[in-house]
């Protein structure tokens, strides 16, 4: 795929990786209403594709993203409050898009991770930064607030941390990312990005599709649910479900046959 003069990339290798690159480094891969269309499309397309194991969301430059674009941000402030909220609409479709998304999804973070990026890290499965690479939550500083992005962020640092960061706007590290939830893994610097994604992808691809898939909706059904009988009904259900299904079994038959299961290509 190729989007507003190549801002943004989308290349499927042939083992199903899926590598969707912001590629705007001379504004610091900034996003506006173009940018989100088009990472909208990659994401619906990507999900929707069999071929498709794992999506790796990256950038290009020195920096993830500096949230969003300036000009972008200018004109939206000379808009109409149903435009403004159009607007936000779409930028609300791109982060549940990317949170829901039923391939394992992998953000490769360096450089600054400003604004509505904090967003799109914390929509990702598995966060890779490096040590320098910084975040800010920093719509506060210019009279805004993190609203579209803020379900994900505060389930993934938690409301008391939110509490911090979304009121100061102050910049934090990989390292205190890391300490709140939001990012898995910290390497030292952004020639090192590649190798812990291509390691995750091969654990990954190890795995059945369809049970990863299931996993991911499992986890967004029992969070923050009291466990009550709804819910051991539910997840009853689920692994019920999931043993009779065509991965199920064979995932099953592999084991007790002491053999690789089918979606192992190598």
């Known amino acids: 795929m190729d989007n507003n003069n190549n801002a943004v990339l989308l290349e499927i290798s042939d083992r199903g990786v899926a590598q969707l690159t912001l590629n705007r480094p001379e504004v610091h891969n900034a996003f506006d209403d173009s940018i989100i269309a088009a990472l909208i499309e990659a994401l619906e397309a990507t999900d929707r594709d069999p071929a498709v194991r794992v999506l790796v969301l990256r950038s290009n430059g020195r920096n993830f993203s500096a949230g969003a674009d300036l000009a972008w941000m200018k004109r939206m402030a000379n808009n109409s409050h149903q435009e403004n909220l159009d607007d936000a ?54 009279g805004l607030i993190p609203a579209v992005i803020s379900p994900y962020v505060v389930r993934a640092i938690g409301e008391r941390l939110a509490r911090r960061y979304f009121l100061s706007a102050e910049s934090f590290s990989a390292q205190v990312a890391a300490e709140t939830g939001l990012v898995h893994e910290i390497v030292a610097d952004a020639a090192l990005l590649d190798d812990a994604c291509h390691r995750i992808i091969r654990q990954l691809r190890r795995n059945s599709p369809q049970a990863m898939s299931a996993a991911k909706q499992l986890i967004f059904a029992v969070s923050d649910k009291p466990i009550d009988s709804d819910v051991i009904a539910d997840t009853a259900r689920r692994i019920a479900d999931i043993r009779i299904s065509a991965e199920g079994q064979e995932g099953l038959g592999a084991f007790l046959g002491k053999r690789p299961p089918n979606w192992i290509e190598d």
Do not use: W
């Open 89 to 142: 609409g779409r930028l609300a479709r791109l982060m549940e898009a990317l949170n829901n998304h039923s391939k394992p999804t992998i953000a490769l973070v360096q450089g600054a991770a400003y604004g509505g990026a904090v967003g799109l890290a914390a929509c990702c499965d598995i966060v890779i930064a490096t040590e320098q690479s910084q975040f800010c939550l920093s719509e506060v500083k210019i």
